[in-house]
């Protein structure tokens, strides 16, 4: 492949992450979280681009409550154990009220409703409703992990002499495993920013400390939906 073919082919995979909505929404709470951690609350510049670019946010996020709506009332695979099956769809369920209720917050925030008590009301439900999101997520992922973990240790069991990295099935699991602590890295930081939003914990939890672990866990998301470039042929 000339060098001329490998560029095209890495703008086109580019243009296929920028083109995804999920995509660019991540990009701004990048820009969001990285502008808190710059700001540390503290009135100016950066402050003023946290707060124009979560607004910015919300429009991206317009029904997307529908997802995990769906997700809730979808059929779980075979053989997932119903402690994880009921934080998975209390996860879909928490998700999915926080979406839905955000809606309202943008309308206030935009103008469009007037009554600021209500929507600060509404505000501070809807990120409690994504910290207990956060909270099932992670313990969603502990769980799996731990299945993952005992599969894998049949596997080797199996294998006993043979290299376990030659092994398909294998290296499967185990590339499920990385993406799963990658996961589960972020649901548990994603949970340290919502207790910052919510000012749970002020002392610790700073607009700084926010701001950097929700820089972080954006950083995270970008990397997750990263298209997979397709394998070159040789002739």
Known sequence: MSTLDATRAELALLV?????AEARD???RAIQYGSKFLSD???GTAQNVDK???LARKVFRLFKFVNDLHGLISPTPQGTPLPLILLGKSKNALLSTFLFLDQFVWLGRSGIYQN????DLIGRISLFCWLGSSVCS???ELGELGRLSALM???EKELKNSNKYDNEQYRAKLKTSNERTLALIKAGMDIVVAVGLLQLAPKKVTP???GAFGFVTSLISCYQLLPVPAKSKTC
């Open 153 to 155: 240790k049949n596997i």
């Open 52 to 54: 124009s670019t979560s």
């Open 208 to 210: 700084r400390v926010t």
């Open 41 to 43: 609350g503290q009135p």
């Open 138 to 140: 992670t313990l969603v």
């Open 16 to 20: 296929l992450y920028l083109n995804k």
């Open 26 to 28: 991540k990009i701004c």
């Open 116 to 119: 600021k008590e209500q929507i």
